[in-house]
């Protein structure tokens, strides 16, 4: 008993960042030495995942509610720069993908898909008609199904009309009820170590590296190069737009402890308990973070603008078409634009590469092939795009909101 104790308080005493880390080599060791165990050790990865995914949509419907119920209209909060900033990464994340695949041509060995529920978008018009019905979709259904386009209409509703209404009690109640969500969301991110450890093993144990064909290891070169350019060039530029001084400590602050549990969980939805766990500690203005974060994880897709960008002309090479610079720029549009929507098509930015291929004439059935041939890559791929797209949420949120404050202390 007195072990299990002094083992408690060591376990508290360690920062989570390095438990992580030990947790990542345990994984390691445990996936490489001992495949016997994995089993047993992946189930504390899923249970971790599955806690993360179930508690997030409630997480983001209560705190959105009570920040706008309780929100004072004289407080300013700094979505429309975030928003900015989201769009801008985004397409510069487009043309450094378009940048790359013209410096480093690729091309692929098409596969067949052996999943035929596969339902990409058409065009831009359906993706922007699954984003509008997803805003108006049934709110116990989106809280089930995960979908936070939905989750934030409708938390944005319910705490405009509290905010009208609502006794003061009532609101009382709102803020008790998201302090006791946040606490839950402290206690799973607490198991996080033990999370990672079991993600860790399991994808070391699945994954051999040394068996990927040279094509698709350049291709995986092009993809992970384009998404380190972005969260090391791109992000510190726009950080240092807003804050002015030397971006990179903020920036591998959010590489390390939003972008580590992101690349094994794979999941921005799963990462936003962990971002606002970050976002409390960085002390970011509630009102805008709890906001922002959960529209990130909708919107801000540079990590999927480079995959559907790298991919495409990957195929557009493959088939032998020449790509124009015109025809490139408007590429990168289309996948801003595209990524934009990707959280609100199954599948995600996979699904949307024949919509992208549509623009070079390039056959469905041949899109469908390089989908094929994302889904094999994506261990790496998935991986890399959730960490660049989930860190990047809260590094440009903490972005525009020391900005404000340093301006703001400027002009006292």
Known sequence: MMFCNTLCRVYRRVGLVYQIIAGLLVGAFIGEMLPAAVPAVAILGKLFVGALKSVAPFLVFVLVTAAIAQHNTETKTHIRPILLMYLIGTFSAAVAAVAASFAFPSTMTLVQSGDHALNPPSGIAQVMSNLLMNLVANPIGALSSANYIGILAWALLLGFALRRTAAASTLTAVADLSKAVSAIVGWIIRFAPLGILGLMA???????????????????????????????????????????????????????????????????????????????????????????????????????????????????????????????LLLSLIATVSACGASGVAGGSLLLIPLACSLFNIPNDVAMNVVAVGLIIGVIQDSAETALNSSTDVLFTAAADMGAAAQAGKTQ
């Open 202 to 328: 399991e994808t070391a144990a699945a994954t051999e590296f040394s068996s990927m064909i040279r094509e698709y290891g350049k291709l995986i070169f092009v993809l992970v190069g384009c998404m380190a350019f972005v969260a090391l060039v791109v992000n510190p530029l726009l950080v240092f737009w807003k804050i002015r001084k030397n971006p990179y400590p903020l920036v591998f602050l959010c590489l390390r402890e939003s972008g580590i549990p992101a690349f094994f969980t794979r999941s921005s939805a799963a990462n936003i308990p962990v971002n606002f766990a970050l976002a409390k500690r960085l002390n970011l203005h509630e009102d805008t973070y709890s906001v922002s974060l959960p529209l990130g994880a909708t919107i801000n897709m540079a990590g999927a603008a480079i995959t559907i960008t790298v991919l495409t002309l990957a195929a557009a090479n493959t088939q032998g078409i020449t790509v124009d610079f015109a025809t490139a």
